[in-house]
């Protein structure tokens, strides 16, 4: 049924770079098999999940939405993947992205833009768009995201679904391919909160191949799930995540989610968090940084495109030919940015400043979870943008990440779910809930208290 779903609507919503039609039909054939032969499943067997084309997959390509990985097909399965094959979750195919995950709405893609299923003229968010468009157009039940600086939960607001960028090193980054190490986090994506779950728990958990990888029990999210409640709860609201640049009727449906949560036995805390204000600057001097490093990789020799190598040209000039065929605009700002950043006589006025701010948020936080148990906020300031709206003007565009990315800095979890349509524009409007490093949890009893 979702392969015919897919067949119906891709071609105009383009949520899928690759679908894989064979190998799923013969993964839900197996599950029969298996059913038939009595054994006993786990809850996600023979559920059709889209997978964002950052996961190695050794039987179907992953190109991280770039032309300098067209067509090559990884040598093995990231643990995630891996994960996803031993709870006998179908797999569909790998949803479009914008390339190397760099973006907020899937137009940074070297395979073209997807469409927001909602309006396909407006973005499905990004960097994870196709992922979440897969959702809200029924081509997929679950998806999985990856989340640096928001790129789970913006997509997942704008397209009226659920996504979760569970805490840093909850969910293992083997065979996740790297853009900026310290702030990348796979994570679940789904249209119920219960259904994001029971996704989490069957990737999370501990991973030896990931040495960022947390050594503990993964947090007891689907019983959350199956117990929503604010009763008693303290809830936070950030001052710092209000004001210029937010629209009317986000403020508005945000505003009534908190009176919900008051009304159901939740005590509503203001908070000042004046760190906050710098993340979105400290966040776009280490991410390029770290970019800068791990793209490093992609030198023509190891994986992918070639160009030039005509037998006549240096390794360094074929190198060089391939990265200014193979890297679209974004991806080299990027890198040109963070190698500034991190060169010699500038490392301790941008790097080293931007590593401090990155402390200074974490103990803004650390102080607002004193006082409560999750912070709640608008997922993005606006929803969804006309497409090519803010393609040429990069700082617009950085702000769909406003906030978002405070959590990606210090670590800790959060959640995006759906909190009605913007009386304006008629557009999803996304509620942010966040809680502590490995209260993961909690993220999902109050999610579920008020889907
Ligand atoms: N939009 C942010 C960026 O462009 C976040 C991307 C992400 O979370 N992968 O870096």
């Known amino acids: 049924a979702h392969l015919a779903r897919i067949d119906a609507v891709d071609e105009k919503v383009h949520a899928f770079l690759h679908v894989d039609r064979e190998g799923a039909l013969a993964q839900a054939r197996a599950v029969d098999a298996k059913r038939e032969a009595g054994e006993k ?138 853009f900026s190490s310290s702030l990348d986090q796979g994570g679940p994506c789904a249209r119920t909160v219960l259904d994001a779950a029971l996704l989490h728990e069957a990737v999370a958990g501990h991973d030896p191949m990931d040495s960022t990888s947390i050594d503990a029990p993964v947090p007891p999210v689907v019983e959350a799930a199956r117990n929503g409640s604010v009763q008693g709860m303290r809830v936070g609201v950030v001052k710092q995540f209000r004001g210029e640049g937010y629209q009317a009727g986000v403020l508005q449906r945000f505003d009534e989610s908190v009176e919900l949560m008051r009304s159901l036995g939740a005590t509503i805390v203001e908070l000042d968090c004046p760190s906050f204000d710098l993340a979105l600057s400290a966040y776009y001097l280490i ?93 993005t300031p606006t929803t969804a943008f006309p497409i090519g709206e803010r393609a040429d003007d990069p700082m617009a565009m950085y702000l769909a990440d406003l906030c978002t990315i405070p959590t990606n800095l210090a670590g800790n979890s959060a959640m995006s779910l759906p909190c009605g349509l913007a009386p304006e524009d008629g557009l999803p409007v996304g509620l942010q809930i966040i809680a502590p490093a490995m209260k993961d949890d909690r993220l999902y009893k109050v999610g579920a208290a008020v889907e």
């Open 41 to 178: 499943l786990g809850p996600l067997a023979g559920v059709p999940l889209a997978l964002k084309d950052i996961f190695t997959t050794k039987d179907m390509p992953t190109t991280v939405g770039s032309k300098i990985l067209e067509g090559w097909v990884p040598p093995y399965d990231a643990t995630l993947t891996q994960r996803l094959r031993a709870a006998d979750v179908v797999i569909l195919g790998k949803t479009n992205m914008d390339e190397f995950a760099m973006g907020s709405s899937t137009e940074n893609s070297a395979y073209g833009p997807t469409g927001n299923p909602w309006d396909l003229t407006r973005i499905p968010g990004g960097s994870g768009g196709g992922s979440s468009a897969a959702l809200a157009s029924y081509e997929a039940p679950l998806a999985i995201g990856t989340d640096t600086g928001g790129s789970i939960r913006q997509p997942a607001a704008v397209t009226g679904t659920v996504g979760v960028k569970p805490t840093y090193g909850g969910v293992s980054r083997y065979g996740m391919v790297a």
């Open 287 to 379: 991410a390029p940084s770290e970019c800068s490093s791990n793209l490093a990789r992609f030198d023509a020799m190891r994986y992918g495109l070639r160009v030039g190598d005509d037998g006549t040209r240096s390794a360094e000039d074929v190198t060089a030919l391939t990265r200014e065929a193979g890297f679209g605009d974004e991806v080299k700002r990027r890198i040109i940015l963070g190698t500034y950043a991190l060169s010699s006589g500038y490392y301790d006025a941008y790097y080293g400043s931007a590593q401090k701010v990155r402390t200074l948020i974490t103990q803004d936080f650390e102080k607002a979870f004193e006082q409560v148990d999750v912070i709640v906020s608008p997922t």
